[in-house]
Every structure is written in C-alpha cells, then in structure tokens.
C-alpha cells in the first residue's frame, strides 16, 4: 500500500513558475511508474506527464510539452512537477499518480494508486 501527498499548488499570474511536488510513503516507489493528472471544473481528469521507474522515460501531452517538466528523486521517494510559463488554462487540481509496474504508463485508467489533489490556479 502506498500513500501519496502533494504539495507545492497555490495562486500564480500568467508566465510564472510552480513546483509540484509527491511525497510517497507505505512502501518504496523506485519500481513504480509514476504520473501527475490534473482536472479542471467542468473537464475529464487528464494525464499530463509520466515517468518510468527509473526516470529515463517521459511523456507530456501536447498541451504541456514545453512549458513542464517531470523528474522523480527515488531516494527520496518524491515526484517532482515544475511548471513553467504558465496560462490560465492550466487551473485545475493536480495529482499524482503511481502503478506498481517498471515502465511507462499513459493511461490514466491505469494507475493504482492517487493523491487527494493540490490546486493550482493562473490569473490573467
């Protein structure tokens, strides 16, 4: 069993930065691919980026790619989000999401195993 707290949301104007952040806990995360989904009012849960157990594999989906980068510290058992260049439409919850499994997973349907959210929220 695996628990999952994130942190790090808050308010921010347009083209500022946030860091999002993951801490595990219950058991270790190292053989875990890991992702963070975010869902906006009105919207479908969408998953954004994903990382493999070991960090060398990514994914974005268009709407972020560029702009946010995903990293893991396995030490640590931390999930890492840096979110640059931010835009309005990029309000929403965010979470975390884990599935015992080596690889990269980008389905959201998936993952095991969820965080309770963090808000991010972008002013114009």
């Given at each position: 069993?695996?628990?999952?707290?994130?942190s790090g949301g808050g308010l921010?104007?347009?083209?500022?930065?946030?860091?999002?952040?993951?801490a595990a806990s219950g058991r270790t995360i190292s053989n875990d691919a890991m992702g963070w989904l975010r869902q906006a009012p009105?919207?479908?849960r969408?998953?954004?980026?994903?990382?493999?157990w070991g960090g060398g594999a990514t994914y974005y989906a268009d709407s972020v790619k560029g702009r946010f980068t995903i990293s893991r510290d396995n030490a640590?058992?931390?999930?890492?989000?840096?979110?640059n260049s931010l835009k309005p439409e990029d309000t929403a919850v965010y979470y975390c999401?884990?599935?015992?499994?080596?690889?990269l997973?980008?389905?959201k349907d998936n993952y095991?195993?969820?965080?309770?959210?963090?808000?991010v929220t972008v002013s114009s």
């Open positions: 069993q695996v628990q999952l707290v994130e921010a104007q347009a083209g500022g930065s946030l860091r999002l952040s993951c009105g919207k479908e969408e998953l954004i980026a994903a990382i493999s640590k058992a931390t999930l890492y989000l840096q979110m999401a884990a599935e015992r499994t080596f690889g997973v980008t389905n095991d195993y969820w965080g309770q959210g963090t808000q």
